[in-house]
T-cell receptor
């Protein structure tokens, strides 16, 4: 069974950039779309964006171009950067697999999530 | 304010059947599949129903999904204490060009 594991800091200062990496194990990153989703404490789920192995990306417009995703197929991992972090970005960040076609397929595998707190 | 609308809470007693609704629009539920996720406290969401009514392997047939027009429903029969969790619906939105979620429904087993 494919597993996903994020890595990155749990604490980010306001105005700084968040960098997270999601490593795919027990399977290949190829041929699938991969997504980042976040969940503020006590709130619902918010899609951040998705990326294909080719590097093609699609972002939530409400993040107003602060998010950038990249993929490294040689390392079987993909990454997320979010600039100009504020306290409103405090959330549990998840990476997930979204199948062969995000318009049709569900997020079928999720990471355990990492809490990112924005605080000085 | 979530794009998909779910009731914030639902409840039932062991053995009962409960349903959770998810309302959207023609740009999401009305034009593509709906998926459902379950989130136990302190854990990541897991896929429960995909493509309106399909169950991933390992999900018991007590869980079923349906869709009509711009609304979808998740039904849980033979309610068990371990079904107590938060349930989310999700669908691709053609206006956002990305998936949107419901606000979640907290299911309590009385």
């Amino acid at each position: 069974q494919v597993q996903l594991q994020e890595s990155g800091p749990g604490l980010v200062k306001p105005s700084e950039t968040l960098s997270l990496t999601c490593t795919v194990s027990r399977g290949s990153i190829s041929n699938y779309y991969w997504a980042w989703i976040r969940q503020p404490p006590g709130k619902g789920l918010e899609w951040i964006g998705d990326i294909y192995m080719s590097g093609s990306t699609n972002y939530n417009p409400y993040l107003r171009s602060r998010a950038t995703m990249s993929v490294d197929t040689s390392k079987n991992e993909f990454s997320l950067k979010v600039t100009s972090m504020t306290t409103a970005d405090t959330a549990v960040y998840y990476c997930a697999r979204c199948g062969f076609n995000p318009r049709l397929d569900a997020l079928d595998i999720w990471s355990q999530g990492t809490l990112v707190t924005v605080s000085s | 304010q979530s794009v998909l609308t779910q009731p914030p809470s639902a409840s039932g007693t062991p053995g009962q059947r409960v349903t959770i609704s998810c309302s959207g629009s023609t740009s999401n539920i009305g034009s593509t599949y709906v998926h459902w996720y379950r989130q136990l406290p302190g854990t990541a969401p897991t896929l429960l129903i995909y493509r309106d009514h399909q169950r991933p392997s390992g999900v018991p047939d007590r869980f079923s999904g349906s869709k009509s027009g711009t609304s979808a429903s998740l039904a849980i029969s033979g309610l068990r204490p371990e079904d107590e969790a938060e349930y989310y619906c999700e669908a691709w939105d053609g206006s956002l060009h990305g998936p949107v979620f419901g606000g979640g429904t907290k299911l309590t087993v009385l």
